[in-house]
């Protein structure tokens, strides 16, 4: 299956911040920081600074003398990592995010049915318009292109606005856009290392690409075929979630409100598919089994039962929900959506006396359907 990963980048955070407290300083250069006269550098700076040539990092007595009429804020780091548990609220659509800074986040959203420029168009909305605040996205196959992606789209849109832009590399494709860009662009090459490419004639990623892996180990050691690999837009790295997944789960919005229980287990049945399907993708069972109903009305339960031990297995999810969607459902009731869920997460320990032969078999079918489905595709195998 063909990663899909957001690289998410909120456009001058803190000035963003800033603008909402004040709104006034809106067009206005601006820079978050410590005083001139402390020593102080900046911390972020609005676009219309930018156009000034102030930047981050600079010290705010540079920064003055580049633009006179700068207006100097004092940080608020309470407000801004406030405003950031808000964001990563909102892009927390996969149990796959890696929080990089107050400001940015990987997001690998390769087991959700749209588009990965439409799951990123749908995340921009959301924080342009639940936050009122600007941001980047890079989409492609892998971090590091996702990464360089962004960094690119945003510095194609000038002027005093924030960019807000979403650029998508294509799969099959990154190697191509990364050629022409400067070796610098590149993780893991900075200043001086460029200096030694640049030396051999090596400025772009493309030529850095074609160089042989001999030629990089001698000048890098044992890093220099990781160097051509990344050249090539390679990098199978995985998303490094710093908290726990607390929960697995899937639900449904129908497109007209369904009555019918048949089908409505039905649709269960697809749902605890797919959560026993993410489990075991992740080496993880549960024991707690969860659904959730929404009627018409919009009125919304959850209601949850334990297992007698952690399990991944489609039918012991399927079982538990089903029994719990007839406990509470109300015959003739429209229903507008539903989900299932599997929490209390652990390693899927049994111990082998007690895992009878029936559920031993059931594991490993499971297993080679999910094998069938990773090569060809969700529908290419189904339970009659």
């Known amino acids: 299956m063909t990663r899909k990963v957001l690289h998410i980048d909120l456009d001058a955070f803190?000035?963003?911040?800033?603008?909402?407290?004040?709104?006034?300083?809106?067009?206005?250069?601006?820079?978050?920081?410590?005083?001139?006269?402390?020593?102080?550098?900046?911390?972020?700076?609005?676009?219309?600074?930018?156009?000034?040539?102030v930047r981050s990092a600079m010290p705010m007595g540079q920064a003055l003398r580049l633009c006179p009429e700068l207006k100097v804020?004092?940080?608020r780091h309470g407000q801004y990592s406030a405003v950031s548990k808000q964001v990563m609220a909102l892009i927390d659509v996969s149990p796959w995010v890696e929080r990089i800074s107050i400001d940015e986040a990987f997001v690998e959203v390769t087991d959700l049915p749209d588009s990965i420029e439409?799951?990123?168009?749908?995340?921009?909305?959301?924080?342009?318009?639940?936050?009122?605040?600007?941001?980047?996205?890079?989409?492609?196959?892998?971090?590091?292109?996702?990464?360089?992606?962004?960094?690119?789209?945003?510095?194609?849109?000038?002027?005093?606005?924030?960019?807000?832009?979403?650029?998508?590399?294509?799969?099959?494709?990154?190697?191509?856009?990364l050629a022409p860009l400067s070796v610098q662009s590149l993780w893991g090459i900075g200043p001086k290392s460029a200096q030694k490419l640049e030396g051999l004639g090596i400025r772009t990623i493309g030529v850095l690409a074609q160089t042989p892996k001999e030629t990089l180990?001698?000048?890098?050691?044992?890093?220099?075929?990781?160097?051509?690999?990344?050249?090539?837009?390679?990098?199978?790295?995985?998303?490094?979630?710093?908290?726990?997944?607390?929960?697995i789960s899937n639900e449904i919005t129908f497109a007209?409100?369904?009555?019918?229980?048949?089908?409505?287990?039905?649709?269960?049945?697809?749902?605890?598919?797919?959560?026993?399907?993410?489990?075991?993708?992740?080496?993880?069972?549960?024991t707690t089994v969860q659904i959730k109903l929404r009627w018409s009305d919009f009125t919304t339960i959850t209601r949850q039962k334990t297992l007698p031990s952690p399990?991944?297995?489609?039918?012991?999810?399927f079982e538990t929900a089903a029994l719990l969607f007839r406990d509470n459902y109300s015959r003739g009731r429209p229903v507008r959506l539903i989900g299932v869920g599997v929490s209390n997460l652990c390693p899927p320990v049994r111990q082998l006396s007690l895992w009878?032969?029936?559920?031993?078999?059931?594991?490993?079918?499971?297993?080679?359907?999910?094998?069938?489905?990773?090569?060809?595709?969700?529908?290419?195998?189904?339970?009659?």
């Open 356 to 384: 009878d032969d029936d559920q031993q078999k059931e594991h490993q079918l499971l297993s080679a359907v999910d094998e069938l489905r990773e090569r060809y595709g969700k529908d290419i195998i189904r339970r009659a």
């Open 118 to 177: 439409s799951i990123a168009r749908t995340l921009r909305d959301r924080i342009n318009q639940t936050l009122n605040l600007p941001v980047s996205i890079g989409a492609a196959t892998n971090k590091l292109v996702a990464k360089i992606a962004n960094d690119w789209g945003k510095k194609q849109k000038t002027g005093p606005n924030p960019p807000n832009t979403i650029t998508v590399i294509p799969p099959g494709e990154e190697a191509a856009f």
């Open 217 to 247: 180990e001698a000048l890098f050691g044992r890093f220099g075929p990781d160097l051509r690999l990344r050249a090539l837009g390679i990098d199978n790295r995985p998303m490094i979630v710093e908290q726990i997944v607390k929960s």
């Open 73 to 75: 804020i004092p940080s």
């Open 14 to 53: 803190f000035c963003a911040v800033e603008e909402l407290h004040d709104p006034s300083l809106k067009g206005k250069p601006f820079a978050v920081g410590g005083k001139s006269d402390q020593r102080g550098v900046v911390a972020s700076c609005s676009y219309a600074a930018r156009q000034f040539g």
């Open 256 to 286: 007209e409100d369904l009555t019918d229980e048949e089908m409505l287990l039905a649709r269960f049945r697809k749902l605890a598919e797919k959560v026993g399907q993410r489990l075991r993708k992740a080496a993880l069972a549960g």
């Open 311 to 317: 399990s991944n297995l489609d039918h012991e999810i």
